[in-house]
Every structure is written in structure tokens, then in C-alpha cells.
């Protein structure tokens, strides 16, 4: 099945890998920093178990990557439903480009910057996004 919506869903989701790995890139040499390794972290420890420890500019990827796995998996269920009902390309291809962009962008700029103005807008206007492309999904699924 090709659809051109699912090509910018590939590549957030290649992006939320990325952030994995700049998030443990970060993350495991403060905490080696702290005394604290993989090796003798205690039972049941959790990353926010560092808040407070860390640098917050490694907390922040660890911010932004849980950011990655909530409201992002909406946005890959609405572009299935648009791909499956053959809804995937023209406004509906652009918006999820701008989705994607916008919350690559949202994740550069928590990770680096993170002054919170700009990061509200980057997500105001993904969600925005978002929000057209699930009304679509409606429309093509009740044939509204």
C-alpha cells in the first residue's frame, strides 16, 4: 500500500528513535557522573528518579522523548485511518508534514533551548494540525 501520509508518520517515528538515543546519550554519562551506572543502579530506580540530579538539559530529552509516546500516537492512528480509507495524500499529506515537522522542531527545541512561549506554539500548532486531520479522518470514515 503506498500513500503519501504514512512517509511523514516513518519519519516521526525514525525521529522518536533519534531522541532515544540522544536521550541515553546524555543520560548515562550524568548519571555515571552521580556514582550511579547501569551496574549498580538500585531495583526498581526510574529515569525520574534523576529529576533534580541530573543537568536539566539532559532531563530535557527525557522530556521530550515521553512527549514523543503520548500525543504523537494519536497522530499515527488518524494517518492509518486516513492511508486505509484512501484519504492519504493532498491536504491531509501536507498536514501531517507540518505535523512531523512541527514536533521535530518542538523536540529541537525542548532538548536545546526550552524557553516555554516558543515550545507552547510549536505544539499549539501541530496540535492543530492534528486536530484538522482527525475531523478529516471522521469525515472519511462517515462519508460526511
Known amino acids: 500500500m503506498g500513500s503519501p ?3 511523514p508518520a ?3 517515528v525514525l525521529w522518536s528513535v533519534v ?3 540522544w536521550m541515553a546519550g546524555t ?3 550524568a548519571m555515571a557522573k552521580l556514582g550511579n551506572d547501569l551496574k549498580n543502579a538500585k531495583p526498581g ?3 525520574q528518579d534523576l529529576e533534580g540530579r541530573v543537568p536539566d ?3 530535557w530529552k527525557s522530556h521530550n522523548y515521553t512527549h514523543l509516546m503520548e500525543q504523537p500516537t494519536l497522530f499515527y492512528a488518524v494517518v492509518a485511518i486516513l492511508a486505509l480509507a484512501g484519504a492519504g495524500d493532498g ?3 501536507q498536514l501531517a508534514w507540518g505535523y512531523a515537522g512541527l514536533r521535530i522542531a518542538h523536540s529541537l527545541w525542548q532538548s536545546l533551548v ?3 512561549p516558543v515550545r507552547f506554539t510549536l505544539f499549539l500548532a501541530s496540535s492543530l494540525c492534528l486536530t484538522v486531520l482527525a475531523i478529516n479522518a471522521v469525515r472519511v470514515t462517515l462519508a460526511i
Open 5 to 7: 501520509i504514512l512517509a
Open 10 to 12: 516513518a519519519v516521526l
Open 19 to 21: 531522541m532515544l538515543y
Open 27 to 29: 543520560r548515562l554519562p
Open 45 to 47: 530506580g526510574r529515569g
Open 57 to 59: 538539559s539532559v532531563s
Open 91 to 93: 491536504l491531509n499529506a
Open 114 to 116: 526550552n524557553t516555554i
